[in-house]
């Protein structure tokens, strides 16, 4: 069963479709960034409100991990797509977050090495329960969500793969001073 939120999403565009454009900009690469860019700034009209739904480090204004780095062909793309756009686009693109409190992540494999050199898929969906204590200052019991600006603790990375050895299966920790808002659940539910 999938959430509200996402039916909420889908019967928008139904509603709107002829306002709004899906571009697929994902390839299956480590690296893909400045292939996302690319795809993006060609399809970017600055008279529509431009929205990319992205996940993890890609849209944040940073340079490629050592580990990402090490597994790209072409070394002059070092950097994530977000930096890209930023550099293109400077103030009209914004960055929000998402990140939550506790709740529960769906997986579609596992990782296996570092920066998940090998994946194994699996056919059904892993589903993994976190509460991720450094956020509990955050946590707002009158509301679902707030939309914040003052945030100072590391975000959690979740990829769409199971990292055996972390405590959440998350990939990595992040820094939040390269983006604009945290958009702070206070419980998410699986999809």
């Keep these: 069963m999938e959430s509200n939120i996402f039916f909420k999403i889908i019967k928008y565009i139904r509603k709107h479709k002829d306002r709004i454009t899906i571009i697929g900009i994902d390839n299956d690469k480590i690296d893909r960034d400045y292939d996302m860019y690319k795809i993006i700034i060609k399809n970017y009209k600055s008279s529509n ?80 329960k976190f509460k991720y204590d450094k956020n509990k200052k955050y946590v707002n019991e009158n509301k679902k969500y707030q939309l914040l600006t003052d945030y100072n603790e590391p975000l959690m990375l979740f990829s769409n793969s199971y990292y055996k050895g972390n405590k959440y299966g998350v990939q990595d920790y992040i820094n939040i001073n390269n983006f604009n808002y945290i958009l702070f659940w206070n419980k998410v539910h699986e999809l």
């Design 49 to 128: 409100i431009n929205f990319l739904w992205a996940s993890n480090n890609h849209i944040s204004d940073s340079k490629l991990s050592n580990d990402n780095f090490k597994y790209i062909k072409n070394k002059n793309h070092k950097w994530f797509l977000g930096h890209y756009l930023k550099k293109t686009l400077k103030d009209e693109y914004c960055i929000i977050l998402s990140q939550a409190y506790e709740g529960t992540n769906r997986f579609n494999g596992y990782c296996i090495g570092e920066n998940c050199i090998k994946r194994t898929w699996q056919l059904k969906y892993l589903y993994k």
